[in-house]
């Protein structure tokens, strides 16, 4: 049996390697910097007392004072103040003869000067030397004094090695400490930068992306829509089976993915998604002539547009969709109107019955019957067609619920349709305008409802008029448009369903707003093609 090895994990590998790496790089520049550092501090140093030295020989104090026209008390002060101002260990100001004339232990004045390397500076010359004198090694500099051109002593500024030493382990340390500051920033930005990554793949392993990454592939290539992903450069990044599929059915042929989407797809509008950020839904579309449905959504990265999707469906298959669902619909809210209507009657009889008002009983189920036989006589009278009657029927119980008086013209009929399908679409126009008409009113005083139903040769003309308060002229305008409604989010379906029914069946639906007040909303089926009048 196979044993599973402990993983590290990501962030714990993450976090590993970038602190090897970071302690790595600062260990070799903690080195060159230090290298480095020591030797432009002893540079620094250096400068300092050579520069200091020169000041000091071409001072007038040290000049006069060689010449004997200052005394030597004169000297040493002036030393001592430059010592003291410039953080040095020593200002000597010595004769020819390598006698001083100042020292920081006065009992060294007039005393030689210590260390055998002053031996150049009498001879004019200007340097930096390292040696061994009265205070312990230092690194000192020598500088000629001159009267005009005539040399009449010189200058020595040093530094005892012991306090450059302690200045350049002060820069040591400092570094080290830098290192180490930096070394602890770049632990807790590499934990930092592994907790991003990790935010950034939701938290999960390779091994689990991995798998989520051909389950959600999986599930793209199972749905019935198609789906294609672009880039921020609108270049085509997914292409499922059922986009492929649509897209052969188009006449296309050939890869997608890696081709810009305005070569593949020039009504993709996803240029406009991408670049505005506005998601469009349920929009008509087409791929080479094929009619599609087609949503399109911005794809967002941390806030940020990083491409763009859009989904699609043949809308041959989703008019057959819709068409089904709207019938069905339409029968179950008459089915639950009729429910209701019969149930709040049986409420009536119960009660009438356990009160033992029988003879009230009788007047109230002969006028109910009576009532419902003089509404299903005039409907069954004149629509010959037993799905459309019984739907209407449905829709005037409905109507009766909710105070409303919907009423079929004195003049309408309908003969029986040819087939089923000729029935569902009747009923599914009839459906909608009726809806319709009905939230149109709304909850006005005057609340009637017109229908006509009318046949004429090969056509039915129908229409459904209102008493609500009309639509305004840009609504007309939009009317029967995709998604479009006055009513809100999610709506603007109902209309433009029943639009299309009618041009399938070679008519056209109209509305305008009538005279006395509210919609009428007309329309012409050929329902009986190859029939006589």
Known sequence: MSRTRPVIRLRARITLLVSLILGLALLVTGVLVDWKMEQQAREA????????SRIVAESD??????????????????????RLESATDYVVVMGMDGLRLSHPTPTQIGARFAGGDDADVYRGRSYLSVAQGTLGVSLRAFTPVRDGERQVGAVAVG???????????????????????????????????????????MGMEPQEISTVLQQRNAMLHSVREGVLGVNRDLVVTIVNEEALRLFARAGSHGELVGRNVEEVLPSSRLRGVVETGQAEYDQEGD??????????VPVLVEGRIA????????????????EQLTGVRFYADALRAQTHEFMNKLHVILGLVKLEEYERLETYITGVAGRL?????????????????????????????????????????????????ASHDLVTVLGNLLENAVEAIGDRTHREIQVSLRPEEDDVHLSVADTGPGLPEDVLARAFTLGFSTKGENRGFGLWQAARTVEARGGRLEAR?????????????????GEEA
Do not use: H, W
Not at 45 to 52: A, Q, R, S, Y
């Open 513 to 529: 707003n009538r005279e006395e007040g509210g919609a009428l909303f007309t329309a012409s089926l050929r329902l009986f093609p």
């Open 61 to 82: 104090i040290a000049r006069e004072g060689l010449l004997g026209k200052r005394s030597p008390d004169e000297v040493q002060a002036f030393a001592e103040r430059i």
């Open 373 to 421: 036989d003089d509404e299903v006589g005039f409907v069954v009278q004149r629509i010959k067609d037993p799905v459309v009657a019984g739907f209407l029927l449905a829709r005037f119980a409905s109507a009766r619920e909710q105070n409303i008086l919907m009423r079929l013209d004195e003049d309408a009929s309908l003969p029986p349709c040819p087939d089923g399908a």
């Open 159 to 201: 530094m005892l090695m012991s306090g450059v030493d302690r200045a350049v382990v002060s820069v040591q340390k400092r570094i080290l400490f830098g290192g180490a500051v930096g070394f602890a920033a770049g632990i807790l930005g590499a934990m930092y930068l592994a907790g991003r990554i990790k935010g950034i793949l």
């Open 45 to 52: 140093f250096g400068e300092k007392v050579v520069l200091l």
């Open 287 to 296: 791929i080479l002539g094929l009619p599609i449905l087609t949503n399109r």
């Open 307 to 322: 491409g763009a999707l859009a989904t699609f469906r043949d809308k041959t298959e989703v008019n057959r969709l819709a």
